[in-house]
């Protein structure tokens, strides 16, 4: 009968061992959603006031008016 108390602690301990385990991982699951590969969303596009080149925003060099040029060398003919 000792023995038979034993067992049960023994495989209580188990299977709490057992859900922390899996609570943990769950946890870490949770915490590090599956990781995307960064997408580069649709950018704006500008066009060259000077040539009319199209080319995206982050690419273009603005003026202090706002207006967009694919190059220093045309921001500076357009006098901007
Ligand atoms: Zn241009």
Redo the contacts with the bound molecule.
């Keep these: 009968m000792k023995y038979l108390v034993l067992i049960a602690v023994l495989v209580l301990a188990y299977m709490l061992w057992r859900n922390a385990r899996l609570a943990e991982r769950a946890a870490r699951d949770a915490a590090a959603p599956p990781r995307q590969p960064p997408v580069a969303g649709p950018q704006d596009m500008v066009s060259?006031?000077?040539?009319?080149?199209h080319l995206p925003q982050s690419e273009a060099v603005t003026d202090a008016k706002g207006l967009a040029?694919?190059?220093q060398?045309?921001r500076l003919?357009a006098g901007g």
């Design positions: 060259c006031a000077v040539c009319g080149l040029y694919c190059s060398e045309h003919l």
